[in-house]
């Protein structure tokens, strides 16, 4: 049920992408080009976009949004996974347990990217002639649409998070084609959960 593929992406090590094949072909019906980004994925990534450049995970600026702080199931799910320790970080324990017993997690550790001429605002924002890349911690359909999420323990005193979240669903948006207003954003641990939607959001 799970496919899964180790990606050596430069000098932050391997990720391991893995994405619930029933899930993706059961919750991505209206979203035909994401499942097919999906599972290209698994053998078609571009590394070489990952050895060097920007990255979505250490980006030091804010963006402006209406962010709401919540409680949601997903931080049940994350307690669940902590509680069991299977593996050594606590990101993977998250997210393991999410890919194999939530019935809306299709994929973990998504990889990303963006090109300079496929953002008007790149050099601007990143002064770099190479890509923005990324890798997305949880992707979920939720109520019709898809939802990018990051683990982060203490979430309450995160500064960054949603700058980080955005660009994965902008990166997502121009790899699939699937226009913003599809993609929800949120990030979490396991006592808070903040929202919010990245079509509202204007750099």
């Avoid at 899964?4 to 080009?33: A, D, F, Q, V």
């Avoid at 702080?69 to 993977?92: K, P, Q, S, V």
């Avoid at 994965?168 to 641990?189: H, N, Q, V, W």
Wanted: charged share 30%.
């Amino acid at each position: 049920m799970i496919l899964k593929t180790s990606l050596k992406h430069g000098r932050y090590g391997y990720y391991s992408y893995r994405i619930h094949k029933i899930k993706l072909e059961t919750l991505c019906n209206g979203y035909t080009s994401l499942s097919e980004y999906l599972k290209k994925m698994l053998k078609d990534c571009p590394d070489d976009y990952f050895q060097e450049g920007p990255r979505s995970s250490v980006l030091k600026f804010k963006v402006d949004a209406d962010i709401k702080h919540l409680n949601h199931e997903i931080e049940i799910f994350a307690r669940l996974g902590l509680d069991l320790r299977y593996y050594d970080t606590a990101h993977m324990n998250v997210q393991m347990f999410m890919l194999s017993y939530d019935s809306k997690t299709i994929a973990i550790e998504v990889p990303l990217w963006i090109l300079p001429e496929e953002y008007e605002k790149f050099n601007e924002l990143f002064d770099s002639k190479l890509p923005l890349t990324g890798h997305i911690d949880v992707l979920r359909i939720e109520d019709g649409k898809i939802w990018i999420w990051d683990y982060k323990p203490n979430a309450h005193r995160e500064k960054y998070a949603m700058t980080q979240v955005y660009f994965y669903a902008l990166m997502l948006s121009k790899r699939t084609g699937i226009p913003l207003e599809d993609f929800r954003c949120g990030y979490f641990d396991d006592k808070d959960t903040y929202i919010f939607n990245p079509s509202k959001i204007n750099l």
